[in-house]
């Protein structure tokens, strides 16, 4: 199978919308928009995040062993662009978008998120042109109200609405 | 940090629901509903399914090698909530709801969905109580149309709408 056409299947696979950050030992923060990002095991509490090899992010949590994963609210879309590297902005430029706090871990962590956690980095798997980084969860920052994440999906970002009820 | 604040921020990062389906060596399906899937790599097309090793799609996918992913559409709820086990129907039961084939990989392939993954089982990493299943991708089903996908966050069944323009 070739890539375009998994390339062309991925579009449909919507998922939430997270910034991915990291900092190295010279206190140098980076981060990149991921929407490979999933839950893996509450014992321990931990999560998955696929980032390419030849993105900084991974040399960066490979050294420092911490990164932070922000699940980003729906008006949060412009952060989202700029991570992705639309605006063509160098690595630590891309944060004056957006409220940006040192977390407890170091890794740099987003106000006005739905939930971001910080992660020890526990494992890393690597496969093809990625890694998989498995983080296991230090802290969780959740925002007290219900906010709409953002989502990206066909190729465009979206907030979600209630499902309409399931046909019998 | 415990396992409650963990699930907490968890139900705040939205994503797409799937139905991760297997066959095992007697022509026996199975399949759960599961919304930690995500892309890996496209050299090869690859995807990241967590799934519980107590569950019996960790077993069979171990044993048969082979897996699918159904990306549901959201009027695929009922489905969806039919492989959640919600219904407490046994494994083959389950498929009495939804249009099931046979993929070419043996994995059943639910029609109408927004896009279907067939993948044989590449490698498995364990951690904690779940499974990381890196599948590499063998056949991409794709709706021609442009279906809105079933996500689900914040404990409940959403769908899509186009986000918001962002602030400048």
């Not at 696979?13 to 839950?39: E, K």
Request: aromatic residues 6%; glycine residues 10%; hydrophobic residues 45%.
């Amino acid at each position: 199978m070739g890539s375009e056409e998994f390339r062309a299947g991925m579009r449909k696979l919507a998922g939430g919308v997270t910034i991915v950050t990291s900092i190295d030992q010279d206190g140098r923060r980076c981060g990149l928009t991921a929407t490979a990002v999933c839950s893996l095991s509450t014992d321990p509490p931990s999560l998955v995040a696929c980032v390419n090899r030849a993105s900084s992010v991974a040399a960066v949590v490979e050294a420092s062993g911490v990164f932070a994963v922000n699940v980003l609210a729906h008006e949060q879309q412009a952060v989202a662009e700029v991570f992705a590297g639309r605006a063509g902005l160098a690595r630590e430029d891309r944060f004056a978008a957006g409220d940006w706090q040192h977390g407890a871990g170091g890794a740099p962590v987003l106000a006005g998120t739905c939930v971001s956690f910080e992660c020890a980095l526990a494992e890393v798997k690597e496969f093809g042109t990625h890694l998989i980084l498995i983080g296991r969860v230090t802290k969780t920052h959740v925002t007290p109200e219900d906010d709409s994440p953002l989502i990206y999906g066909n190729g465009a970002f979206l907030t979600t609405t209630s499902a309409p009820q399931a046909a019998a």
